[in-house]
């Protein structure tokens, strides 16, 4: 146990446990399993890993201890009867240490998104995408032809090209990415710029085109428009 909770050997096992258990049943299922043990004040049990540096609580053994964990619960899942029938997503939010004086710290979300399981074959997606894409992508992969109120894409679409874009929220800043720049928004001044890759760094200029901004303001104020209005419901007849 820790100050989060479970630890993550204790999560993946109980996951474990309940995913054989459903199997049994023949009724599909979803399951969120989040993990804590990579969170501050980065406690795990004793003796779990070899660790990385000392002391033991820092980021470093924690995250090793984490990638531990997920091995373990992977090895099991691949032996056991629900592998082959099931979709493992495993994504994070952001980087670790989300802090700093930038508007919003890009370099801070790009993070890993993996898919597996016994029926998914292997591919590297490389353009721009963040987790609004991941529903639409999952849904894909499970066989199912349907319409939703997602606004991601479906990152394996063949008929379809990628969007290449991002979103990210950083307190009450809000960024818009793509291939042509980033706009920033932020309460009181909507500030667009490019990300310099070389200096891990937002630049502000007026070099983007306003069609950016309108797309970050779209975005950025979609999901509160959806909820208070009760119009996040596909339209029957669509179904």
């Known amino acids: ?8 050997e204790d999560l993946f096992n109980t996951a474990h446990q309940r995913f054989e258990k459903h199997e049994k049943t023949g009724q599909p299922f979803f399951s969120l399993v989040f993990t804590s043990s990579n969170h501050e004040p980065f406690e795990f049990p004793d003796n779990a890993i070899e660790l990385y ?17 997920l091995g373990q619960f992977i090895k099991k899942a691949k032996n056991s009867d629900y592998w082959e029938d ?4 495993i994504v994070a939010d952001h ?24 029926s998914i074959q292997p591919r590297e997606i490389d353009s721009i995408a963040s987790q609004i894409d991941l529903l639409p992508t999952v849904i894909s992969l499970a066989g199912i032809s349907a319409w939703t109120p997602a606004i991601g894409q479906d990152l394996l679409a063949k008929d379809v090209p990628p969007a290449n874009r991002a979103m990210m929220q950083f307190g ?5 990415m793509t291939n042509e720049g980033v706009a920033i928004l932020t309460p009181g001044e909507d500030m667009t710029g490019h990300y310099d890759v070389q200096k891990n760094r937002f630049v502000a200029d007026d070099k983007t ?5 309108e797309e970050a303001l779209a975005h950025a104020l979609l999901p509160s428009w959806l909820y208070q209005n009760r119009a996040y419901f596909v339209p029957e007849g669509l179904n």
């Not at 540096?53 to 964990?69: G, H, I, L, R």
């Not at 099931?86 to 997503?89: E, K, P, Q, R, S």
């Open 53 to 69: 540096s000392k002391p033991k609580n820092t980021v470093e053994n924690a995250v090793k201890y984490a990638d531990f964990a």
């Open 209 to 213: 085109n306003s069609q950016l901004h």
């Open 172 to 176: 009450n800043n809000y960024a818009w």
């Open 95 to 118: 980087d670790t240490r989300v802090c700093g004086n930038e508007l919003v710290p890009i370099n801070k979300f790009r993070i890993p998104g993996l898919i597996l399981g016994g």
């Open 86 to 89: 099931t979709i493992f997503l």
């Open 1 to 8: 146990m820790g100050s989060w909770g479970a630890s993550d």
